[in-house]
């Protein structure tokens, strides 16, 4: 992406910044469900879903660089009324000030984003082996397994 500062950059960075809005939206949904679903009483549900949280903060920090990267791009305008300035001058210093910051922030997003997908594609292979495993059979007894009934009661001391 061109990260040249000026009107065409704040064209070209908002779509990307509603998309990654977009996408922590979705995983945030996607991990609300999970977190009141029957998987939370899958063996290794809770790293799966703090992965996922995880998802969420990077998607998230990513919408904020390149929040970072629109309030960093200098629009032009004119001054304040008031003693004469060279406003080419400024316009040029401006951008040039800017252009480094923007292209570390859009940096910033795609590393983000890329360790939002990693979490995802984690997440989701977990999830799928979770729920591949077999399940034990609840004890048709209604009695606990041997394992569970050896494990003394009362108080510890």
Excluded: W
């Excluded at 390149?66 to 080419?88: F, K, R, T, Y």
């Excluded at 940096?107 to 983000?112: I, K, N, R």
């Excluded at 004890?139 to 001391?157: D, E, F, H, I, L």
């Amino acid at each position: 992406m061109d990260t040249a500062p000026g009107p065409a950059f704040l064209t070209k960075a908002t779509p990307l910044l509603l998309e990654s809005q977009q996408l922590t939206r979705q995983l945030v949904s996607a991990l609300s469900l999970l977190s009141t679903s029957s998987y939370t009483a899958v063996a290794g549900s809770r790293s799966t879903l703090d992965t996922l949280a995880g998802a969420v903060s990077t998607a998230s920090l990513a919408s904020t660089h390149l929040a970072q990267a629109i309030a960093l791009n200098p629009l032009d305008g004119m001054s304040h009324p008031g003693p004469a300035v060279d406003e080419d001058a400024i316009r040029q210093a401006r951008q040039a000030d800017a252009q480094n910051d923007i292209a570390d922030c859009l940096a910033e997003a795609m590393a983000d984003l890329d360790l939002a997908a990693t979490c995802c594609t984690y997440g989701a292979g977990a999830i799928v082996r979770d729920l591949a495993q077999p399940r034990p059979a609840a004890p048709a007894t209604g009695r606990a397994p041997a394992s569970r009934a050896a494990v003394p009661t009362g108080r510890a001391r």
